[in-house]
């Protein structure tokens, strides 16, 4: 008839229940299949006592099904449902014996034996509920060929038992699925939410560096330009230069804000923006700073520009904080499929190995998301230099590297 179709816990009907969960189905055909029999002996012209025993037991069906039979099905209490079942036998076992009608109660109740135990089991109950009708007809009504009736018996419990297997393989391959699919949703679930912080991350990151290399650079050349002023008699030249830098980290932060373009790029070449970002090195610190351009100049792709101006930005600054030089120089270099970039002084050195700082990582993770290479050399005493390789040619290049947004005017 049936296999087992329910999980422990598990809902009976309503929305989100799968198709072999519900038993609904099965209640219906098990209303039906005992009404049936009741009203045909309520209706047909036989002895009263047939009457009563007949829709006495089935009429109990129903109530023992609310009662005890379905608390056991949905709850999966093998000893309940035991228990229901043995009932189900015992009540049909007296109708079966009075009247040939009531055997169409077993289309209601042998599904029951099938939802309740396993395929085997479910047999020996199915093969119980039809011992009666079975007994009726060969000995109490004396059928002239009773070999026929136990034909007929033998196929359909047969049937049964073929049907049950199949049903409940069904079922059991159909819950193993729909386990599965729910894993999958969970883990795509978890996939998103992980996704979802990565970027989060990424974005925060990315904010990170853009205020390194823009705001946070800008406060440091105006402390130092106005402590510079304080110990000048006049320090109109440097409150005037800190008041340009002022002006400009608040033009980096309106365009942190609005378009995330580096405000040195903004209407100018790559070039331009170099050399302004080098002069401005002098102007603010006084030692002498040259930019030089090597080969010839072409636009590049916009995250490559942003690259090298956030390089050079970095470089300077760590010139202007710890390198104690007396010059500094810059150039780029226009080369066959790529571009080198140069930052050097002649200032007080270090050691590349212990050079850790979060400028030099976000720099080296810039330069990386272009296909890029940065290399960073210093002595004590003898200065430092940093160079940026990086391939202007290669399919590879990432057009939407996270550095800086990459539609501003080359």
Request: include cysteine; proline fraction near 5%; aromatic fraction near 6%.
């Amino acid at each position: 008839m049936t296999g087992r179709i329910q999980r422990p816990g598990l809902p009976t009907g309503g929305a989100g229940v799968h198709a072999w969960q519900s038993l609904r189905g099965w209640e219906m055909l098990l209303v039906v299949g005992t009404l049936l029999p009741t009203w045909a002996a309520l209706t047909v012209d036989v002895p009263w006592q047939e009457k009563v025993i007949v829709a006495g037991c089935l009429l109990s069906v129903l109530p023992l099904y609310l009662l005890l039979g379905r608390p056991a099905i949905v709850t999966n209490d093998r000893r309940r449902g035991a228990v229901y079942i043995a009932l189900l036998v015992v009540l049909f076992t007296p109708a079966g014996l009075t009247a040939s009608y009531a055997t169409f109660a077993l289309f209601g109740l042998c599904p029951q034996c099938f939802i309740v135990f396993p395929a085997r089991r479910a047999m020996i109950a199915v093969t119980a509920l039809n011992l009666s009708p079975a007994i009726r007809y060969i000995f109490l009504v004396g059928a002239p060929e009773p070999f026929n009736f136990l034909m007929v018996i033998t196929i359909v419990i047969f049937f049964s038992s073929i049907f049950g297997v199949w049903i409940e393989r069904i079922t059991r391959q159909s819950e193993e699925r729909a386990m599965l699919i729910e894993e999958l949703e969970s883990s795509r679930a978890e996939v998103a939410r992980l996704s979802a912080e990565r970027g989060a991350q990424a974005e925060r990151e990315r904010l990170a560096g853009e205020i390194h290399d823009t705001l946070a650079q800008g406060f440091t050349s105006i402390i130092m330009l106005l402590q510079a002023a304080e110990a000048q008699p006049d320090p109109s030249g440097h409150l005037a230069l800190a008041v340009r830098t002022a002006r400009e980290n608040l033009a980096e932060a309106r365009m942190l804000v609005t378009t995330l373009n580096p405000a040195p790029l903004d209407g100018s070449t790559l070039d331009e923006a170099l050399r302004r970002l080098t002069n401005r090195l002098g102007e603010e610190t006084g030692m002498s700073a040259g930019f030089e351009v090597h080969g010839k100049s072409r636009p590049l792709s916009a995250p490559v520009e942003v690259v090298l101006v956030r390089a050079v930005q970095e470089g300077l600054a760590n010139v202007r904080r710890h390198a104690d030089a007396r010059s500094a120089a810059v150039s780029i270099a226009y080369q066959d499929g790529s571009v080198l970039l140069k930052v050097r002084d002649d200032g007080c050195g270090f050691d590349p190995s212990g050079a850790q700082g979060y400028g030099l990582r976000g720099m080296r993770a810039r330069v990386e998301q272009v296909g890029g290479a940065l290399a960073v050399t210093g002595l004590r005493g003898e200065g430092a230099s940093l160079e940026v390789l990086i391939p202007t040619d290669r399919p590879g290049i990432r057009t939407d590297a996270p550095t800086d947004r990459l539609d501003q005017k080359a």
